[in-house]
Structures are given as C-alpha cells and as structure tokens.
C-alpha cells in the first residue's frame, strides 16, 4: 500500500467512505491523503463487531487501529479532564463501589498499554493502582470483560503527570511509583520535557510517602545517568542496592512487563534499572 505522509490525519464519518473500495486522493477540502482499503474498514468493523457482540469474549485493542504520535509534547496544552482538587475526583466511574474507604498506592507514570499494572494487579490484588499516560491507550476494560472479577483494582486515565498530579493525589499517598521507559527526549534544549528532573523529583517527593519507593528503568543509558544523577543530587532520595533489592517481587517485572520492554527484548537492547527509597528526612 502506498503510504503518503502528511502533518494531519483525515477523520471522517464511517459512513461517507465504508462502501468505497479506496479513499479518493487529493481532495482540496482535505489537509492531507490517505489511502484507504476496503479490506481494512472490513477488519475493524468485525472487530468491533466481536466486541459489542452479547456472545462473544471482548477482544483486545489492537496497535494496528490507533493511530497517534509516537511522541507527546508533554508541555503542551491538550484537551484533558482532571479535577479541580483530589476531593473532586470521583474514582468509582474506574473502580466501581469497591474503592471506597481507600485510596490509590502505585502508580505507573507513562504506562502505555498497561502492561505492568495488569502483572501487578494480581501480584497485589488488595491495592489500587494507576496508570498515567499522555496518549490514549485502551486495555483495561478490555481484559475485565474477558476477565470477570480481575483487574478491578486498576485503572489508566489519560493525563499529564508533569502538569495535574496535585489535582489526583495527596501528600504521602503513594507508596510506590514507576517510570519505566520514559521518552528519552534526546535533544539537550528538549532535556526539560524529560519527566525525571530536580524539580519534578521534589514533587514526586510530597506524594511519596517515607520509605516509599521509585523503579526506573530505560534502554537509553544516558538517560539513565542522567536519572541517576538527578536522584543522587537529591536530598530525599537513596538509592538502594542490588542485595536491597534482592528481596523484591517487583524488580523482576521491570524489564518486559511492558511494551516497550518486550521491544527491547526482541532487539535484543540493553537495559538500565535503578530503584531509589524516599528518605523520611533529607540528607544531609
């Protein structure tokens, strides 16, 4: 199929081009073209087809029907809802009655698909978690139809962690974040859209609560020393050792829970884990 690239894609009603064999190319009412199949329109109706059907398990979303960016301007103002204060967020519309009474320990800043958060949502089924990401993903909902009574415990909600995580969540209410594979933002002027700084670090501190704990993990290694660095630099953070973490059930998931992981894995790509502690009180 002959692909032509352009800054915009066409979205149009299903209607006005489901019985077309191709999209007609070079509309003047069009900022872009892109050349449609018949076959394909075909594949998704069925899929959602199978999704909606009453007698049929609902099927997972598939990479090949989302198309978005590969990369987010993090500093860019998109069009998301988030509460005006944590009071404000109503959780039981991701968790249903269940929540009440207790609040969201983990999150998973830049989950993806959710690939982590379904691992430890078994692996600890009494505790909420949350997954942040920029772009939307959909999975969750997904795997609770195929999986009656599981995965309740976890929710993805399309957010930007660097602007709106004071509108979800409290001083001291997590006790365990993750960012694993982060955008690398290779350019040194992009280096302040990188979601691990000094800054970001002490706000990441306050929702932390003491001996709370941070993963990391990334195949880029100078992201990684930079990660490293702005966590040493930092006078509420400790970095923990292997033989600290030798003890830990999460460790072992950081590496291909994940999409991107898997990814890493299938090129056969390095890996660069750290894990930092959140001190009680600064060093000194």
């Known amino acids: ?129 949350c997954g942040l990401e920029l772009r939307v993903k959909q999975k969750i909902k997904a795997l609770r139809d195929q999986h009656p009574g599981q995965y309740d415990n976890v929710c993805c909600l399309r957010s930007n962690a660097m602007k709106y995580l004071p509108n979800y969540f409290r001083k001291h209410q997590l006790s365990k974040m993750f960012f694993l594979y982060p955008d690398p933002h290779f350019k040194t002027v992009k280096h302040k859209w990188r979601i691990i700084n000094t800054n970001l670090l002490s706000e990441y501190a306050y929702f932390l609560r003491p001996g709370g704990i941070i993963y990391t993990m990334t195949d880029v290694e100078d992201l990684h020393n930079w990660m490293v660095q702005a966590f040493e630099k930092h006078p509420l953070y400790k970095r923990l050792t292997d033989e600290e973490l030798a003890t830990d059930p999460i460790v072992p998931l950081l590496g291909d829970t994940t999409e991107e992981g898997q990814k890493v894995n299938r090129n056969k790509g390095s890996m660069f884990p750290a894990v930092f502690m959140r001190l009680e009180k600064p060093r000194t």
Not at 14 to 22: G, I, P, R, V
Not at 82 to 99: K, L
């Open 1 to 129: 199929m002959d692909w032509k690239p352009h800054q915009k894609a066409v979205e149009l009603p299903y209607d006005s081009f489901k019985n077309m064999e191709t999209f007609p190319l070079g509309l003047s009412q069009f900022s872009s073209s892109v050349l449609l199949f018949k076959p394909k329109i075909m594949e998704i109706e069925a899929s959602v087809s199978s999704a909606n059907g009453s007698n049929k398990a609902t099927n997972l979303p598939q990479k090949k029907f989302f198309r978005q960016r590969a990369h987010a301007n993090p500093r860019s103002d998109h069009f998301i809802d988030y509460p005006r204060t944590p009071d404000d967020m109503n959780w039981e519309q991701y968790f249903g009655p269940s929540v009440a009474g207790k609040q969201i320990e983990f999150l998973d800043v830049g989950c993806g698909y959710g690939g982590l958060l379904v691992k430890l949502s078994t692996l600890y089924p009494e505790i909420l978690m």
